[in-house]
């Protein structure tokens, strides 16, 4: 016996306006789609099957490596008709779950429960939930036993029937032998002139068994996204949740409500995130690490007790203990700050690896360089890396200290214990334990004359 997925993802979303295929647009940095591969995955799916129409090259192409196989509906027909294009992937033993691709935030847990429902006595189970304001479902109907009878949708239900607060989320669990025997039986009779997978419900009942049922925690599990708007609000949701599962953790927030996880947050004991904080990526957080408000950590790792200060971008870099980074700084792919570095006010790194308690404090850039312990960089200094065709680097040794607004030429090697005057264009090896500067003779011209302002005749 395998466990099937069969993911729904073939909807245009028009009331979306956009190009993008509903599917393929974006919650927390990733497609909705996405998020329920996720889930499949989650519940290890034996196979997944995604059922595409319109966009599917495009989702074919966003989802090539995601580890699911792929069947088109070129007409839009239903979510039977859907579900009927996957049949050939199914087996009689199997076990199958239908989900969808527009609603992304059912938990594992609740996928769990569903499938565990079904069996000989229950080919067929369903997720329910019970709705204060349950417009726009199909109602589950229900006999005087409380079995369930059948599924009326909203169009076709009756006066009494819609007053019924218990709503069909879509999802359900099947046997993969009665699944596939009701699927071949749907017919189109009904007010959409489609294929409702839900009339497999009342097949059940007239073959004699009973639906079985279950009903996620939380709201946001079965809430699937038609537009902006449903999507902005699943979104707000999601970061809820993240927060609140943070908390947990021990995070302090300055604010819930104004964080945004996209990706996978790892964090210590005694963590603090300020506002406007955005996590994209693979992101690690240390013991005791702060975050100051409007940072951007994309794919870094940052050790325990660092500080980065407001407005700082951290992308594909590592940070080692102790270290202060910012406000207003960029650490891009490959820098690696050892313990006790400081990056400070609107500087940049790329592919460096800076010493310990190495100090860059003031609008440099740093770029494809190895820096030892204890160096210290003025204001100003900018590593010279790029040719307009190679990169070359720039080797410093420990205790240097290099003047503001320097310029180093590389390839070029400055010796430990070495210190360069302001103001130097270095291009050749620096030795260690040297005064080094390159600077022009300064001048001045008593006799110089500044530009004069000319009369504009205003009739030219």
């Known amino acids: 016996m395998a466990l099937k997925v069969i993911i729904l993802a073939a909807g245009k979303g028009t009331r979306m306006r956009s190009r ?53 509906q070129s007409e839009q027909l239903g979510t039977g008709h859907a ?53 726009g479902y199909g109602r589950i109907v229900r006999n005087a036993h409380h079995q369930v009878e059948a599924i009326v949708e909203q169009k076709d239900a009756s006066t009494e029937q819609l007053a019924i607060r218990e709503i069909n ?7 993969g032998a009665e699944l596939k ?54 979104e707000r949701l999601y970061q809820r949740e993240q927060a609140e599962r943070l908390m947990a953790q021990g995070v302090t927030l300055s604010d819930a409500s104004r964080l945004d996880i996209r990706g996978q947050l790892e964090v210590g004991q005694d963590v603090s995130l300020d506002a406007n904080v955005v996590i994209e990526g693979a992101v690690h957080l240390g013991d005791e690490v702060v975050v100051e408000p409007h940072c951007v950590l994309k794919d870094c790792r940052i050790e325990a007790g660092t500080r980065i200060a407001a407005f700082s971008h951290i992308e594909g870099a590592s940070v080692g203990p102790d270290c202060t980074v910012g406000p207003y700084a960029r650490l ?3 820098t690696v700050l050892q313990q006790g570095a400081k990056i400070g006010n609107f500087v940049e790194t790329k592919n460096a690896r800076i010493g310990d308690g190495s100090k860059i404090n003031h609008l ?17 200094t900018i590593t010279c890396n790029y040719d307009g065709v190679n990169k070359h680097r720039t080797d410093i040794g420990d205790e240097v200290f290099v ?10 090697k400055v010796g430990s214990g070495a210190t360069i005057g302001a103001g130097s264009t270095i291009t050749k090896d620096v030795p260690g334990d040297t005064l080094t500067l390159s600077r022009s003779r300064q001048t001045s011209l008593k006799s110089w004359q500044g530009p004069q302002k000319k009369d504009i005749d205003p009739q030219t």
């Open 83 to 135: 579900v009927q294009q996957a049949v050939d992937h199914l087996d009689d033993a199997d076990t199958v779950l239908v989900l969808y691709g527009d609603v992304p935030l059912t938990a594992p847990e609740t996928l769990k429960d569903l499938i565990s429902l079904v069996g000989s006595a229950h080919p067929l189970a369903l997720l329910s939930m019970t709705l204060e304001e349950p417009d």
């Open 169 to 175: 989320t879509g999802m359900l669990a099947a046997r």
């Open 20 to 72: 993008l295929p509903k599917v393929l647009q974006s919650l927390a940095g990733r497609p909705l789609l996405a998020h329920v591969v996720d889930r499949a995955h989650a519940i290890h799916a034996d196979e997944i099957v995604t059922v595409i129409g319109h966009g599917s090259d495009q989702v074919r192409q966003t989802f090539e490596t995601a580890g699911v196989r792929f069947c088109e």
């Open 181 to 234: 025997k009701w699927l071949g039986a749907l017919d189109a009779d009904n007010a959409q002139g489609e294929y409702y997978l839900t009339d497999i419900v009342s097949m059940a009942v007239a073959d004699g068994f009973e639906i079985a049922t279950t009903e996620p925690e939380r709201l946001s599990e079965v809430l699937g996204v038609n537009n902006k708007s449903q999507l902005q609000t699943l």
């Open 403 to 412: 003047g503001s607004a320097t310029q180093l030429v590389a390839p070029v």
């Open 364 to 380: 440099s850039y740093i770029g494809d360089t190895t820096m030892g312990a204890h160096v210290n960089i003025g204001a100003g």
């Open 332 to 334: 891009r792919p490959g």
